[in-house]
């Protein structure tokens, strides 16, 4: 069946440091690919994504290609900041699956420090 | 707009008792989702409701949990008898008609409920 998986946490960096959080997935279908971020106490919010092969997705200066050649969707951030410290979790829904669930990795946790 | 309300925040319970959680998503959103997170772990899907009918409850265990959507707005999940291991994150989420167009696929989540059993 359909699957993510994402690197293990947590993620430790400092103030302006790059970030990459890494993310490969299984399915059968050419699926969306989404990267969603839960701050402490708070829900999943939508944080970028991409609906097919070689989109870019970006948001608050977070980036993520989708690879379908490596089947993976990389997060990526050139300089990170306290409050980016969060869990980010990756995604993919299939649209070969009529429910259009999303399929959810275990989830990364950053911490940034200052 | 208001985003997806869940309802209660917190809840602690013993096991064998039982429990409701409740959801009203998003105006106009005719698809809501039920998704339960374990700790340390990404969300699973519970169910899918489109309008007031079931898409997909195969993750459902339909022994103990049961979930309504009345009138295609608000919903409830209902856990009875708990167990200790449904002690997690319950994540209520919505999105427009799944129909083609990936923006009408995009879920919006609500805060959740954080059920621990003892």
């Known amino acids: 069946g359909d699957s993510v998986t994402q690197m293990e946490g947590p993620v430790t960096l400092s103030e302006e440091a790059f970030l990459t959080i890494n993310c490969t997935y299984t399915a059968t279908g050419y699926p969306s690919l989404f990267w969603y971020v839960q701050y402490p106490g708070e829900g999943l919010q939508l944080l970028l994504k991409?609906?097919?092969?070689?989109d870019k997705g970006s948001n608050k200066g977070f980036e993520a290609t989708y690879r379908k050649e490596t089947t993976s969707f990389h997060l990526e951030k050139g300089s990170v900041q306290v409050s980016d410290s969060a869990v980010y979790f990756c995604?993919?829904?299939?649209?070969?699956?009529?429910?259009?669930?999303?399929?959810f990795g275990s989830g990364t946790r950053l911490l940034v420090r200052p | 707009e208001a985003g997806v309300a869940q309802s209660p925040r917190y809840k602690i319970i013993e096991k064998r008792q039982s429990v409701a959680f409740w959801c009203n998503p998003i105006s106009g959103h005719a698809t809501l989702y039920w998704y339960q997170q374990i700790l340390g772990q990404g969300p699973k899907l519970l169910i899918q409701?489109?309008?007031?009918?079931?898409?997909?409850d195969s993750q459902l265990p339909k022994d103990r949990f049961s979930a309504e959507r009345l009138k295609g707005v608000d919903s409830t999940l209902k856990i009875q008898p708990a167990k200790l291991e449904d002690s997690a994150v319950y994540l209520c989420?919505?999105?427009?008609?799944?129909?083609?167009?990936?923006?009408?696929?995009?879920?919006?989540f609500g805060p959740g409920t954080r059920l621990t059993v003892l």
């Open positions: 995604a993919l829904s299939d649209p070969m699956d009529s429910s259009y669930k999303l399929i």
């Open positions: 991409a609906t097919k092969a070689d």
């Open positions: 409701f489109q309008n007031n009918g079931v898409v997909d």
């Open positions: 989420a919505s999105s427009l008609v799944g129909l083609a167009g990936a923006r009408r696929h995009t879920q919006y």
